[in-house]
């Protein structure tokens, strides 16, 4: 069997050197925040890289859902992430909407030819 880059799963080694355990924390209401530590391959913390925060909503759209997920940038601890999560969402959604009228003007200047 291969995925679809056409590696083998034979072939599939795990990055031992690059390692996370993850901790997910929600409101129940608007977001959630993941937690990414680094650890050594026993599984203990390993102190010499930072932990990464993501975040996590959806926003309602005409069609449903939009799901949005970034990443908190310079966040050291959860409360540091809560605070930055409006500013890195929003951020994110400014660029998938760049992104999409982009998309919509390459997509209206191709020449159709009969």
């Known amino acids: 069997m ?6 083998k799963i034979a072939d599939i080694k795990i990055n031992t050197d690059n390692l996370y355990r993850e901790e997910s924390f929600t409101d129940l209401t608007f977001a959630t925040i993941r937690r990414l530590t680094p650890v050594k391959i026993d599984g203990s913390a390993d102190e010499s890289r930072e932990a990464i925060f993501t975040g996590m909503t959806q926003l309602m ?54």
Do not use: F
Not at 2 to 7: D, L, Q, R, Y
Not at 73 to 101: H, R, W, Y
């Open 2 to 7: 291969s995925n679809a880059n056409g590696t």
């Open 61 to 114: 759209s005409p069609n449903g859902p939009i799901p949005v997920q970034c990443i908190i940038e310079g966040a050291k601890d959860l409360s540091e992430a809560a605070a930055k999560l409006p500013d890195a969402i929003e951020k994110t959604v400014q660029a998938m909407i760049a992104e999409a009228k982009e998309m919509e003007r390459q997509e209206s200047s191709r020449i159709v030819i009969p």
